[in-house]
Nanobody, 132 residues
Framework: QLHLVESGGGLVQPGGSLRLSCAAS????????MGWFRQAPGKEREGVSC??????????ADSVKGRFTISRDNAKNTNTVYLPMNRLTPEATAVYYC???????????????????????WGQGTQVTVSS
C-alpha cells in the first residue's frame, strides 16, 4: 500500500533550524503536487509550502517566506520532498504533515496547489516544537 513517510521533526529553540523530509513508500507515478501542511492545537490545518513536479513551481505561506525552502528530489522514480526550516519561531509549533496528489484525482489548478482539500494522500505527521 502506498503511503508517505515523514521525518525530521523535533524540539528546537527559537531561531533554530530543522529539516523535514518526506518520501513515498514506493514509486507508482510522479505525483503532481507534494506539500507540507501543519496543524497547531485548536487551529485548522494550513498549507505551509507545496511544489509541482510538472514545472517546479512552489507556493509558500506568507509566514514562512524567506525562511523555509521546499525542494524535490529529481532522481528518477522517486517522490521525495524536503523542507529546511530556518529562523524558527514558537508560532511554528505544530504537527507537520506531508501530502501528495496524483493522477487518481483531477489535476488541481495552480491556485489551489497548497490547499489541504486538494490532496488525497497524507502522512502520519511529525511534531515540530519551537521552545526555549
Amino acid at each position: 500500500q502506498l503511503h508517505l513517510v515523514e521525518s525530521g521533526g523535533g524540539l528546537v529553540q527559537p531561531g533554530g533550524s530543522l529539516r523535514l523530509s518526506c518520501a513515498a513508500s514506493r514509486f507508482s507515478e510522479n505525483f503532481w503536487y507534494m506539500g507540507w501542511f501543519r496543524q497547531a492545537p485548536g487551529k485548522e490545518r494550513e498549507g505551509v509550502s507545496c511544489i509541482s513536479s510538472r514545472d517546479g513551481s512552489t507556493n509558500y505561506a506568507d509566514s514562512v517566506k524567506g525562511r523555509f525552502t521546499i525542494s524535490r528530489d529529481n532522481a528518477k522514480n522517486t517522490n521525495t520532498v524536503y523542507l529546511p526550516m530556518n529562523r524558527l519561531t514558537p508560532e511554528a509549533t505544530a504537527v507537520y504533515y506531508c501530502a501528495a496528489v496524483g493522477s487518481w484525482r483531477p489535476l488541481p489548478p495552480p491556485h489551489v496547489m497548497c490547499v489541504p482539500s486538494a490532496y488525497a494522500l497524507w502522512g502520519q505527521g511529525t511534531q515540530v516544537t519551537v521552545s526555549s
